[in-house]
Every structure is written in C-alpha cells, then in structure tokens.
C-alpha cells in the first residue's frame, strides 16, 4: 500500500455496523447463517485493510442486546461463530500487532464463550497497531445507563470522566477515543443504538454494499468521503469566518 492511502486512516476511530448478512443469503435462496459464515470472512478482510490503513481503532457491530430476538437457532450459529473467530483469529492478531477487545455485556454470554473471550484479549494486550473492538450483547442506552450509575460524588462528572466511566461500563480496554467514522452497509440509514454518545460528531456514510460482500475497495471510498467532509465540531469554517459579517450569529448543527 502506498503512503499516501495510509494516510487515509492514520489514527481514527472507525465504526462499522455490519448489516445485511440476512439479505445476501436470502438473494441467493440459502439460509440466513449461510450470511452470517459469509459475513465473518469479510471481518477478516476489514481488520487487515484498517491495520494498513493506519486506523488506530475499529469497532464492529457483531451483535447488538436487541439480537437476542431472533430465532434460537440463529443466535446459537452467531455465537458459535464469534466463539470460533476467537480461536481461529488470536494467532493471527498477534502476529500483525492488533489488540483484540469484546465490549458489550457478558452476564448473558455463555461461560464458555466468556473464557474464550478473556483468553484472546490476555493473548493480545501487547498489540500496538490496531485496537479492535468487538460489540457483543452491545447496547449503547444501556451502556450509558450503567456508566450514570457508576458515577459517584462529590467527584465533577465532567464529559472526560463519563467517557472514563463509559468505557469501563462497556470493557473497553483500552479506552477508546471518540468516532471519528462510522459505516452502515446494506443501505439502512440508522445507528440502531451504537456509540450514541461515542459518535456525536462523528461523519456517517452509508453504503448499498451487503456486509458479506464489503471490500478494502469499499472502505477506501469511506474514507475518501471522510476526508472531504468539513469538520467543524460546531465552529464555523475558516473561509466563511473570514467573509461573514456576523459571525457570532452562526448556529451549531
């Protein structure tokens, strides 16, 4: 890869919801787990071009609380999967320096899957080229309440502190920094309860590509996106500062 490209992504934090696993099975007549088997080879694929791309942290949407709904048979497949990346995937982490992380709730997980889970992150805490984030039993409401809840006077309950407590309340570790990006495949415009107060100035592209079927081309044409956005975290941009006559009466977003 060239420098140029890896410059693309050189310390941001990317979010991807990973949608449309269910679709690309169903336009091909075969069951919905066949996507989802699918869909885990396209995780591979985006890990690797994030490390490329420079990307210091990639969070993934695997399995969000509202999850719990669908069809047992279909849950049971999801987390035989998730169980089975961990095994399969840890090598490989270690190897190209990327610090695996479950965030989420792990009350409701099997002991199994939640020995595996602590196993492959031991294995890659010294990883220093990617941080990435796996959303399991995920809900951002419910990680936000739980933070509240964390929060004990006579301390000041700055956004730095919550954001601490956040991340704690969430098993990031690391902490992670705000989202800088964040990816919708399948052509759903919505952020289904992920990273709400993570992503508050994050810049949203959504994409008609099906998850098992995104590419490093794909995550190349977000990024580009992304650098052409304006960035003005509630300030005005320079060159309108410059020819406004009455600055102070700009409106934040």
Known sequence: MQNEEKILGEGLHLAIIMDGNGRWA???GLPRTAGHRKGAKAVRRTVEAAADFGIETLTLYA????NWQRPAEEVATLMQLFERYLGSETERCIKHGVRLNVIGRRDRLSSRLVQAIEKAEAATADGSVLH???????????????AASMFRPPGTATPEVFSELLNRAINSEPSAPDVDLLI??????????FLLLESAYAELFFTERLWP???????????????QRDRRFGRIASRDAESSE????????
């Not at 990435?132 to 739980?146: M, N, Q, W």
């Open 132 to 146: 990435l984030r796996l959303a399991v039993d995920y809900s951002s409401r419910h990680a936000i309440a739980t």
């Open 184 to 193: 919708r495949t399948s052509g759903e415009q919505r952020v289904s309860d």
């Open 246 to 253: 009455y600055p102070h009466r700009e409106m934040t977003p």
């Open 26 to 28: 169903k336009r091909r």
């Open 213 to 227: 079927d995104f590419r490093q081309e794909d995550l190349t044409a977000a990024l580009f996106a992304y650098h």
């Open 63 to 66: 399995f969000s609380s509202d």
